[in-house]
Nanobody, 127 residues
Framework: QVQLVESGGGSVQAGGSLRLSCAASGYTGSGYCMGWFRQAPGKEREGVAVLVIGGSMDYADSVKGRFTISQDNAKNTLYLQMNSLKPEDTGTYYC?????????????????????WGQGTQVTVSS
């Protein structure tokens, strides 16, 4: 079992920055897919960024160049650095993990196939 706890959400003005953290307990070793997904009110959940532990990372086109996903193995924590935030980035951000999913596919499918999910953290960007 993997447990995920997000933190770091909040309210910022457009152009601002936030860093989300996802503390993981349980095994999330090499080859695991971990990622960030978001859902805005009235919209479907969408992929934001994913990485394969020990491998590659991938981003949604809408956040490329603004968001950076990273991990700290020693702390077993996943991060999402969000810069140049826009009002359309508003939503609930979820951390997710899976040992079996094709990571890029999960990104494109809005997290379908991911086995473990955090409770979510709210990000609100005002114009």
């Amino acid at each position: 079992q993997v447990q995920l706890v997000e933190s770091g959400g909040g309210s910022v003005q457009a152009g601002g920055s936030l860093r989300l953290s996802c503390a993981a307990s349980g095994y999330t070793g090499s080859g695991y897919c971990m990622g960030w997904f978001r859902q805005a009110p009235g919209k479907e959940r969408e992929g934001v960024a994913v990485l394969v532990i020990g491998g590659s990372m991938d981003y949604a086109d809408s956040v490329k160049g603004r968001f950076t996903i990273s991990q700290d193995n020693a702390k077993n924590t996943l991060y999402l650095q969000m810069n140049s935030l826009k009002p359309e980035d508003t939503g609930t951000y979820y951390c997710a993990a899976s040992g079996y999913v094709y990571c890029r596919g999960a990104l494109l499918r809005g997290g379908s196939g991911m086995d473990y999910w955090g409770q979510g953290t709210q990000v609100t960007v005002s114009s």
